[in-house]
């Protein structure tokens, strides 16, 4: 007998829906908090400033390279809505922690 493939907790179509509406925004969130992170520690040593777009690209090329976008086919899918708060959640305490840095405390 073969066995069945786990469903994911929503359909397919609606975790691609919910992905890509949910996409634009967490970019942009993730392009400027690079940007930010860019002007803070990485201008003052002379290297010019990006824009929110190269930012974004940086940002992606990243997670592209240190392969951040690995699958692991055993875990269930989580909500994408889920992995949005998350992924804000996460960006905003790093944000959080290297203003304490650039502060000096």
């Known amino acids: 007998m073969t066995e069945k493939p786990e469903e994911t907790p929503i359909g397919n179509g609606e975790y691609i829906l919910w992905g890509l ?17 860019w002007s803070w520690f990485v201008v003052p040593l002379g290297v010019p400033p990006v824009n929110i777009f190269h930012a974004m690209g940086l940002y992606f090329t990243v997670r592209v390279v240190t392969a951040v976008f690995s699958v692991n086919h055993k875990k269930k899918l989580a909500h994408p809505f889920h992995l949005a708060i998350e992924s804000l959640v996460s960006t905003l305490a790093i944000l959080g922690v290297c203003a304490l840095a650039r502060l000096g405390v």
């Open 21 to 37: 509406v949910l996409l634009t925004p967490m970019a942009l969130f993730w392009g400027w908090s690079v940007k930010l992170l």
